[in-house]
């Protein structure tokens, strides 16, 4: 069965360092998501992309965030300059683009990043 | 912003019997969503729900859609050990992309 990747499984970094966490959605899929879960609290919207370009952002993926699809598979989540409270788990997920459908979103494993 | 809190928040149950968990939001969703979430793991989609008093079910699991469009249930019959894990809930009011706002999670144990 298809599946969104998530690389790498966990991330540790300093803070202050530039991180890219990276997702190869299902490659049927032209909507992709990054959301993230801080331990112990619920799953929170990041950002959607479509059409190589961002749909939508939450009010917490300001402007140390960004998003990228270099190529065909990839999709890369950066975090410019990390702080303390980026440490999370970061989830991608992708969607279908059919109505009905672009509400199923499937999720990778996730990335867990900790800045220390 | 939305808010969606779960209830229980944990919940301890005996193998075989029935769960009951609901979701209610401060504003109205077009479509609900159940997920699950094994430890270290992404969340796995269960149930999909996109119209208010919908009933739907996969296998031993049981969701509804409100009437009132702000809350959502979810049902378990004969509970398994792999069923233990967090259930969240999530609503979405689609537009281009779709922004599912996550519920606050209902943690299931089961106990032999």
């Known amino acids: 069965e298809p599946e969104v990747t998530q690389t790498p499984s966990h991330q540790v970094t300093q803070m202050g360092q530039e991180v890219i966490l990276r997702c190869v959605p299902i490659s049927n899929h032209l909507y992709f998501y990054w959301y993230r879960q801080i331990l112990g609290q619920k799953v929170e919207f990041l950002v959607s992309?479509?059409?190589?370009?961002?749909?939508?952002k939450s009010e917490i993926f300001d402007d140390q965030f960004s998003v990228e699809r270099p190529d065909g598979s990839n999709f890369t989540l950066k975090i410019r300059s990390t702080k303390l409270e980026d440490s999370a788990m970061y989830f991608c997920?992708?969607?279908?683009?059919?109505?009905?459908?672009?509400?199923?979103?499937?999720f990778g494993s996730g990335t867990q990043l900790s800045v220390l | 912003g939305q808010q969606l809190n779960q209830s229980p928040q944990s919940m301890f149950i005996q193998e075989g019997e029935d769960v009951s968990m609901n979701c209610t939001s401060s504003s109205i969703f077009n479509t609900w969503l159940w997920y699950k979430q094994d430890p270290g793991e992404g969340p796995v989609l269960l149930i999909a729900l996109y119209k208010a008093g919908e009933l739907t079910s996969n296998g031993r699991l049981t969701a509804q859609f409100g009437i009132t469009r702000k809350d959502s249930f979810l049902n378990i019959s004969a509970s398994i050990p792999s069923d233990v894990g967090i259930y969240f809930c999530?609503?979405?009011?689609?537009?281009?992309?779709?922004?599912?706002?996550f519920g606050t999670g209902t943690r299931l144990q089961v106990t032999l």
């Open positions: 999530a609503g979405v009011n689609t537009g281009t992309a779709s922004k599912l706002t």
């Open positions: 997920a992708s969607s279908l683009k059919r109505q009905g459908l672009r509400e199923k979103l499937f």
């Open positions: 992309f479509y059409n190589n370009e961002i749909s939508e």
